[in-house]
């Protein structure tokens, strides 16, 4: 089945741990992409990525880092975690060109205390 | 530069009612729109696209949306409501059709009530 595996989906942290949210799809696409979804915002781009080694700010991108090392794997990295990257985090790819359409992961619900 | 609003973000009708929720954009160069859905705990899906060939638009489930540049509007509809399309609905915006310029709306929640 073409998906889009996010991990974890549900993760509480405190203040300063790291964390990785690892993305991963089976559709050979180029195109990844990180969102984060807040209440009454949308969702809102992080960090996107064409192909391998080829990574890009998003419209949000301070607290966060990403690496593209292998074609199908996107993690995304919280060095430092604050409260207010307490967020549903969505991952998401496509082909490149055209009107791509995005197919998403099912989300990570992420809470920093 | 593109922007994409949403007017309303809840809207309630009732099981069998006509479904409108609102999308307006804007966009320098003739824009590719979407609609997204996402059910509860899930990521988004897509339910239609509008790539500037027909008007009208006809996605999954009933829904369809209608480009109407003098408006810059692409409103989606659906004649009558099912309890099973309770969700937020996105709608999308990209002035070159590539996903990495995908511009989203701030959502609309639907409620259909019994």
């Known amino acids: ?113 | 530069a593109q922007s994409v609003t949403q007017l309303g973000s809840h809207v309630s009708v009732s099981e069998g009612a006509l479904v409108l929720l609102r999308c307006n954009y804007s966009s320098s160069v003739p824009p590719y729109l979407f609609w997204y859905v996402q059910y509860p705990n899930q990521g988004l899906q897509l339910l239609l696209k509008y790539t500037s060939a027909a008007t009208l638009v006809k996605g999954i489930n009933g829904f369809e949306a209608e480009f109407k540049k003098s408006e810059t509007s692409f409103h989606l509809t659906k004649p009558s409501a099912h309890m099973r399309d309770a969700a937020e609905y996105f709608c999308a915006v990209s002035s070159s059709g590539s996903a990495r310029q995908l511009t989203f709306g701030s959502g609309t929640q639907l409620t259909v009530l019994p």
Not at chain 1, 9 to 32: A, D, F, P
Request: net charge positive; with cysteine; charged share 20%.
């Open chain 1, 1 to 113: 089945e073409a998906q889009v595996t996010q991990n974890p989906r549900y993760l509480i942290t405190v203040t300063g741990k790291k964390l990785t949210v690892t993305c991963s799809q089976n559709m050979n696409h180029e195109y990844m992409s990180w969102y984060r979804q807040d209440p009454g915002l949308g969702l809102r781009q992080i960090y996107y990525s064409m192909n391998v080694e080829v990574t890009d700010k998003g419209d949000v991108p301070e607290g966060y880092k990403v690496s593209r090392k292998e074609k199908r794997n996107f993690p995304l990295i919280l060095e430092s975690p604050s409260p207010n990257q307490t967020s549903l985090y969505f991952c998401a790819s496509s082909f490149q060109g055209g009107a791509n359409v995005l197919t998403f992961g099912a989300g990570s619900r992420l809470t920093v205390l």
